[in-house]
């Protein structure tokens, strides 16, 4: 996040592909809706589901919460 607020291009493509990384190799062991967004790049959704929170906004692929 530090990364995006100052404009560090290079360090956000770095992350970014590290965690398409994670996503490619461990997808059968997070939560599928963690999965989800890592995978639509929905970080903050990402970071809003790991932080425990339940009224994660629907976006735009009009899917529906999955509940745990």
């Known amino acids: 996040m530090g990364a995006i607020a100052q ?3 290079p360090t956000i493509a ?4 590290r965690l398409d990384g994670f996503l490619q190799f461990g997808r059968r062991e997070l939560h599928p809706q963690l999965g989800h967004f890592l995978e639509n790049r929905s970080y903050a959704k990402a970071l809003m589901y790991l932080g425990g929170e339940s009224d994660i906004p629907i976006g ?4 529906r919460a999955v509940k745990s």
């Open 14 to 17: 770095s992350e970014m592909a």
């Open 60 to 63: 735009v692929c009009g899917g």
């Open 7 to 9: 404009s560090d291009g």
